[in-house]
């Protein structure tokens, strides 16, 4: 089945740094959506992405949906202990596909 | 609203047991989908439905069946359970399948076949 490739698989940062990652896709999507995982419980909607090079914010969380629409950006800015998780992207076609997740560690 | 609830939240089954996971939502969403979570392979999707009545397969359906006898119901059936079912398993439902504002999911069912 159709997976997006997401990078970095694992990152581990000071607190204050500012995260980048990425998804791409051998396909075309007209919507992207970034989900974070906190540990035990199931993924909660970030930010959702609707026009090909569409940035959109979210307080220190910004994403933006690439012009090939094959891919998409996550950026968190000044990270906290409270941003660790699992950071998923997915694209919607007629269903929603996931990545295959950017774990984060934030160290104090 | 208690949005998607998912009962067991932790099971142990023997090789070959059955069982059903359950899935409930209190949206009147029409859409619901099962998804499985294994580690380095994100979220794959089993089984989804787009209303009563209707249910389709997704990328990894063998081993699972589903019905959708209700709006809000949307069980997961493990006919024989095997090792290799052994996830973590997530519900989750949207107002419409296409619409493009994401899925409410609920916190999961940790499943260990031995």
């Known amino acids: 089945g159709q997976q997006l490739n997401q990078s970095p698989q694992s990152m581990f940062i000071q607190e204050g740094e500012d995260v980048s990652m990425n998804c791409t896709s051998s396909?075309?999507?007209?919507?992207w959506l970034w989900y974070k995982q906190d540990p035990g419980e199931g993924p909660v909607l970030l930010i959702a992405?609707?026009?090909?090079?569409e940035l959109t914010s979210n307080g220190r969380l910004t994403a933006q949906f690439g012009i090939t629409r094959k891919d998409s950006f996550l950026n968190i800015s000044a990270s906290i202990p409270s941003d660790v998780g699992i950071y998923f992207c997915?694209?919607?076609?007629?269903?929603?596909?996931f990545g295959t997740g950017t774990r984060l560690q934030v160290f104090p | 609203n208690a949005g998607v609830t998912q009962t067991p939240k932790f099971q142990v089954l023997k090789t070959g047991q059955s069982m059903t996971l359950q899935c409930a939502q209190d949206?009147?969403?029409?859409?619901m989908s099962w998804y499985r979570q294994d580690p380095g392979m994100g979220l794959r999707l089993i089984h989804y439905?787009?209303?009563?009545?209707?249910?389709d397969q997704g990328e990894v359906p063998n081993g699972y069946n589903v019905s959708r006898s209700t709006t809000e119901d949307f069980p997961l059936r493990l006919l024989s359970a095997a090792p290799s079912q052994t996830s973590v398993y997530f519900c989750?439902?949207?107002?419409?399948?296409?619409?493009?504002?994401?899925?409410?999911f609920g916190s999961g069912t940790r499943l260990t076949v031995v």
């Open positions: 989750a439902s949207s107002r419409e399948a296409q619409l493009n504002y994401g899925y409410t």
């Open positions: 396909s075309i999507f007209n919507t």
């Open positions: 992405l609707y026009k090909a090079g």
């Open positions: 997915a694209g919607l076609e007629s269903k929603l596909i």
């Open positions: 949206m009147n969403h029409e859409y």
């Open positions: 439905s787009v209303g009563a009545g209707i249910t």
